[in-house]
């Protein structure tokens, strides 16, 4: 008993006397990559920090995360998803939508990866099954594009003497062509007609809104997707610009400005990713953890905006909205 | 030796034991029925705590659906008429955001036909009137007023269930929600039993329905993730109180209690494990351990110390006694205990004493037996002291006897003849001496000094020394009878003589003799000088002290050497055979 309390003694002022830099190599690393820069993931990454503090693990003092920021360039995600696999990170979270996670399911098969989208995983083929994972992927979805349906049908309660809207479709985007299905099948259900844009750019933005207007659409529909909810203020300045009333996933896009969001919680989801990952660090296996459904979906009004448009906003639209911006 | 080293090691290890056991039985045994009511105690507590913890829970989970049904619950206050109603829409959609587990709302007017649906992810429809009072959720509502569906799993993961509701009238329609019990997860991650026991919810047949970890509930109708909770339950529906123990899913032994949940026929189960469940009862077992353990070594201590302090005076005793029977007299055992032990020891050490005196006499009395009769030695002996030796003037009978015509025999006999003569004489003699209680004073070679009343006073002096004389003739003469057939020409004459002598010891330390000072004494050496062969003479004392008693006949005067005048001497009369050997 002493001999082993005199062991432990010496372990422990060994391990005070080995340098700093020794303790931070012990460390876990995350490997994160990110659709776009820091900048726009900013509230993100503090979700992403909170989730993976409620499974222990703060960044700094137990954990090293490694970035990887693909800035809107999706062409670059299967070299920076190589460039972390190759580092052996002990988990690699792709973050931001199905683009971030296919490229990592690409890059690695024995690291675990922890995926944050809004798209259905097994639709796209990240995983078999939501209750079993498989493989070596597992994660959240905060299900904004099963919800782009609904953007229609608010857009319409909106301006219900409209007849004709426009759909704003990222070609690019792996969900493009079940957001496009969906949409089609609730105009039908709505008796109205869609124009569908094509935006892959930033430049190619102007160009849809004046098309819209163009077409005298009611409304702008942007389908699920990462590429424009990181863009909002642009986005948002543009609605305004073009008087167009616009409903996008993202609640980044009323707060700048724009008239209304509604999609999955991506602080929830945000904040899960980061809790996935932490119990993926204490060992469980990603076969154990089943994907994860973001429960909330919002609904943000910005009736500032909806004065300046002249759009009446109807009273159950306001009482179903969870945030009213004023 | 060792046979009394193993006595004594048995008699401290029997104190020890004794000493030992009498602290630590009681000791043990109060531990023991400590721990053990302590356990019952414990057990009871822990029983009445995880039932209350159990209905707590289940009154939690109770409570939340108990929530979306009274929210629900205004959405079938009013009857419907035939025109679409906004507010009743508005009502909906503010449900929905006010109760995140509704998923979807449809609402039913009496007739069954669906006038609303609010949705999440789908579209709302209004104003459909599809007839769905044939569907088992209207069916249900409509004969219980609430109605709640089978826990589903949507897309094999997600828990859903159906809830619905009517009011007080058929007009008033039902409203039927479907809620996504994901969200029982904010109220059943909250219940904790303890620091570290939880919560969680089965349905009917068992399937997961709330778990703190979401993900055990995502993994849906998973037969090996169910399996550990539905053995819990099974094992609490079958123990005889409202608690059981078992092992949870990870293999930890918990102890759980389960309560119902009457609406949906749910089991809130709470479970805490084991080890912190009954853990003041293992920290006060640990506590009674170690005091058992101190409590242990200090009867240990005490007893050896006891047992020690009893058993040294016994072996200090026991060393003692070897010593003094050693013939250590000046031991002393030094005993200062102040209780019998010490007073034994101060009985030996006065036994010891006593000895020592006793010894010193025996050497002395030893001494004394040489020149005493036997029967002088011991009565030197019993009175204690040797005073009887002391110097003192008193009448004694003086007896001289020596052989005839030895001088001659022993220039002739070799020295061995000489010694057997010798031998066989002072045999006899000496044999005859100690019959008649009289004392040798001295001897030298074939002569010998005989006093009769002293040191040792005898009632007739005069007779005594008479027929002791008449013996030593009788005996002598039988040996000389023997001696002359070997061919020694030797004879024995015998002078006694009664007066007053100054007897007592002369001599040096440790070269003592008792002997007789006075004119008797040289008179009877002179009678016995001038004694024939198988004579004994007398002086006229003798012969007036024995007159009538014993045949003493006058022999005539003669010149006795050392005397002036001449003495009559009498020749004392002998039953003399000496022709019959």
Same mark, same amino acid.
């Given at each position: ?326 | ?54 209905? *707590? ?123 996504? @019990? ?71 032994? &918990? ?14 189960? &709470?479970?805490?494990?084991?080890? %912190? ?56 055992? +030094? ?6 032990? +010490? ?11 006593? @000895?020592?005196? *006793?010894? %010193? ?17 011991? $009565? ?29 025999? *022993?220039?002739?006999?070799?020295? +061995?003849?000489? #010694?057997? &003569? $010798? ?13 008649? +209680? ?10 010998? #000094? ?17 027929? #002791?004389?008449?013996? #030593? ?5 039988? @040996? ?38 006075? *004119?008797?004494?040289? $008179? ?58």
């Amino acid at each position: 008993m002493r001999r082993r309390d005199v062991l432990a003694w010496l372990g422990g002022a060994a391990a005070c006397a080995l340098p700093a830099r020794a303790q931070s190599q012990a460390m876990p690393v995350i490997g994160y990559l990110g659709l776009e820069s820091p900048g726009p993931f900013d509230s993100r990454l503090k979700a992403f920090r909170e989730g993976l503090a409620e499974a222990g693990y703060v960044e700094g003092r137990n954990v090293a995360i490694e970035y990887r920021w693909a800035e809107g360039r999706y062409d670059r995600l299967p070299a920076l998803a190589a460039d972390l696999a190759g580092r052996k990170v002990a988990v690699l979270v792709a973050s931001g939508g199905a683009p971030a996670a296919l490229a990592a399911k690409a890059a690695t098969k024995t690291i675990t990866i922890v995926f944050e989208m809004g798209g259905d995983p097994v639709a796209l083929g990240v995983v078999d099954s939501l209750s079993r994972p498989g493989g070596n992927l597992t994660g959240v979805s905060s299900l904004s594009v099963e919800v782009s349906r609904k953007r229609l049908e608010f857009m319409h309660e909106l301006r219900p003497s409209a007849s004709s809207f426009a759909v704003a479709v990222n070609p690019t985007s792996p969900t493009s062509g079940s957001q496009l299905r969906n949409l089609q099948m609730a105009a039908e259900a709505l008796g109205v007609r869609l124009h569908v844009m094509n935006a892959s750019k930033e430049e190619e933005f102007e160009a849809m809104f004046s098309s819209a207007t163009r077409e005298q659409a009611g409304g702008l529909v942007f389908t699920s997707d990462p590429y424009f909810a990181f863009r909002s203020t642009q986005l948002a300045d543009l609605c305004l610009r073009y008087s167009m009333p616009a409903v996008t996933q993202s609640r980044d896009f009323p707060t700048a400005g724009g008239l209304m969001s509604y999609g999955g919680d991506f602080m929830q989801s945000h904040r899960r990713t980061g809790n996935c990952a932490g119990r993926v660090l204490s060992g469980e296996k990603p076969a154990d953890l089943p994907v994860q459904l973001v429960t909330k979906v919002e609904l943000v009004v910005n009736l500032k905006t909806a004065r300046a448009l002249s759009i009446d906003v109807s009273p159950s639209l306001i009482s179903g909205a969870d945030t009213v911006i004023e | 030796m060792i046979g009394q080293h193993l006595q004594f090691r048995g008699l401290f290890l029997k104190y020890f034991l004794v000493l030992f056991l009498a602290v630590v039985i009681p000791l043990a045994a109060n531990g023991l029925s400590e721990a053990w009511f302590g356990y019952r105690d414990q057990r009871t507590r822990l029983e009445q705590l995880l039932g209350v913890e159990a209905r *707590s829970a289940g009154a939690k989970i109770q409570g939340f659906l108990d929530g979306i049904t009274n929210q629900l619950g205004w959405l079938v206050q009013l009857p419907w008429t035939g025109e679409p109603d906004e507010r009743r829409q508005i009502d909906a959609l503010r449900l929905l955001r006010q109760v995140p587990a509704v998923a979807s709302l449809t609402l039913l007017d009496g007739n069954g036909r669906e006038r609303l649906y609010v949705s999440r992810i789908g579209l709302n429809r209004t104003e459909s009137r599809m007839d769905r009072s044939a569907e088992v959720a209207v069916a249900g509502a409509r004969m219980n007023r609430l109605w709640y569906g089978k826990v589903g799993y949507y897309r094999d993961s997600e828990p859903y269930m159906t809830i619905a509701l009517t009011g007080n009238r058929p007009s008033v329609g039902v409203v039927v929600a479907e809620v996504n @019990l994901k969200l029982i997860w904010d109220v059943v991650a909250a219940i904790k039993i303890g620091r570290t026991g939880h919560a969680f919810v089965l349905d009917g047949p068992g399937r997961l329905v709330a778990h703190p970890d979401i993900n055990l509930v995502l993994r849906g109708a998973d037969e090996a993730t169910l399996a550990p909770f539905q053995r819990i339950r099974e094992e609490i529906r079958r123990a005889p109180a409202d608690v059981a123990t078992g092992r949870d899913a990870g293999g930890i032994a &918990v102890a759980a209690a389960a309560t119902p949940v009457a609406g949906p026929d749910w089991t809130v189960v &709470v479970e805490q494990p084991l080890s %912190e469940a009954f853990g003041p009862i293992y920290a006060a077992l640990w506590r009674t351990f170690g005091l058992l353990l101190a409590g242990g070594a200090f009867a240990c201590l005490l007893a050896f110390i006891l047992a020690r302090r009893m058993t040294e005076p016994i072996r200090l005793l026991e060393d003692g006694t070897e010593r003094i029977g050693a013939g250590q007299f000046g031991h002393r055992i +030094e005993i200062r205990t102040g209780d019998e032990l +010490e007073r034994l020891a101060d009985s030996f050490n006065a036994m010891a004493a006593e @000895l020592a005196v *006793s010894q %010193e006499r025996q050497e002395r009395i030893a001494k004394l037996k040489r020149f005493l009769a036997p029967q002088v030695a011991e $009565l030197v002996d019993r009175t204690g002291d040797d005073d009887v030796l002391e110097g003192r003037r008193t009448e004694v009978v003086a007896v001289f006897c020596d052989l005839r015509g030895f001088t001659p025999f *022993s220039a002739r006999a070799a020295p +061995e003849e000489v #010694m057997s &003569v $010798l031998s066989e004489y002072y045999d006899a003699l000496g044999r005859i001496i100690t019959r008649y +209680e009289a004392t040798l004073t001295s001897f030298s070679g074939d002569g010998l #000094m005989v006093l009769v009343n002293a040191p040792v006073p005898v009632a007739e002096p005069a007779l005594q020394a008479v027929d #002791m004389a008449v013996e #030593m003739q009788l005996s002598v003469q039988t @040996l000389i009878a023997g001696w002359r057939r070997r061919g020694y020409r030797i004879g024995f004459g015998v002078g006694l003589a009664l007066g007053p002598a100054t007897v007592g010891r002369i001599g040096y330390e440790s070269r003592f003799d008792y002997t007789a000072i006075g *004119s008797v004494v040289n $008179l009877a050496a002179r009678l016995c000088a001038s004694a024939a062969d198988r004579e004994i003479l007398a002086d006229g004392a003798v012969a007036r002290a024995v007159d009538g008693k014993r045949a003493v006949n006058p022999m005539g005067m003669r010149p006795i050497k050392g005397y002036d005048e001449e003495l009559l001497v009498y020749r004392v009369a002998f039953a003399d055979q000496p022709d019959a050997a």
